[in-house]
């Protein structure tokens, strides 16, 4: 058996602004196939966050300090990320902060609402493995050593895990119309644990429109990646791996 624990706390500084906390344990447990290796073990993870939100008028705020503490990285084995064995790989962190500023411009026949969202995050490999643990006794397992575990050196940054993400939405709302624009903007990632290549950031616009003909039924089109921007958002499987082009869809929802 195994418990996992988690909390979380709230306080209210005023009747505008409040202080939440939170600090949970996590968990990933190895597949069948990498349990039967003695030298697997679970990873597991601390996470903490602390952060504050309020308004000022019509404006809403919010501010999160995050970090998490990953002990025993686990990596299964997979022909999509090359690994022919599955490894721990080590500790490692990742902290940074969130912001949220949201208002609505609009009045009382037509709702603004705009927001800007944005992400700063550090990863970082806490240690890495000693070539001088290759014991011989299994070539693929060393091979597969050489090509992950080496790189996972300490002070190296995670892949694909962006140091700033920005977010900006802007909208009109009618009593039964309304229309949104989102940009999304993500900078560039490793792609490897050696930190020695990298896809270069990118930035993608979306539209949607809603329109509700009764309470219980609303049309819906949405158009993503508006400008049709090329760009690539990963090298695996098999080589590089292009982002979703313009893409429209049309439909209806309905609640019962």
Request: aromatic share 12%; proline share 3%; glycine share 10%.
């Amino acid at each position: 058996s195994n418990t996992l624990l988690g909390i979380g706390a709230g306080y209210e500084l005023s009747e505008t602004m409040s202080l939440f906390a939170g600090l949970h344990q996590g968990q990933a447990l190895p597949s069948a196939e990498a349990a039967a290796d003695e030298d697997n073990t679970e990873e597991n993870s601390l996470a903490t966050e602390i952060g504050i939100r309020g308004n000022v008028n019509k404006l809403f705020y919010e501010v999160v300090y995050f970090n998490t503490q990953l002990e025993n990285m686990l990596f299964l084995a997979s022909n999509a990320n090359n690994l022919a064995s599955s490894l721990n790989s080590g500790d490692g962190s990742t902290d940074g902060f969130e912001v949220l500023v949201a208002t609505d411009l609009g009045n009382e026949g037509m709702g603004i609402p705009v927001s800007i969202s944005a992400t700063f995050t550090n990863t970082e490999f806490e240690n890495g493995f000693d070539p001088n643990s290759y014991d011989g006794t299994d070539p693929a397992a060393d091979l597969a050593k050489q090509q992950w575990w080496l790189a996972n050196s300490k002070g190296k940054q995670f892949p694909y895990i962006a140091d700033t993400l920005i977010n900006l939405r802007g909208g009109l709302e009618f009593e039964k119309f309304s229309t949104y624009l989102n940009y999304h903007w993500q900078d560039s990632v490793f792609t490897n644990e050696l930190n020695d290549h990298k896809l270069d950031d990118y930035g993608v616009l979306d539209w949607s429109a809603f329109y509700n003909i009764t309470d219980n039924v609303t049309v819906f089109g949405k158009v993503t990646n508006l400008t049709d921007e090329v760009y690539a958002h990963s090298i695996l499987p098999g080589g590089y791996r292009p982002g979703q082009p313009q893409s429209w869809s049309l439909g209806m929802e309905f609640d019962f």
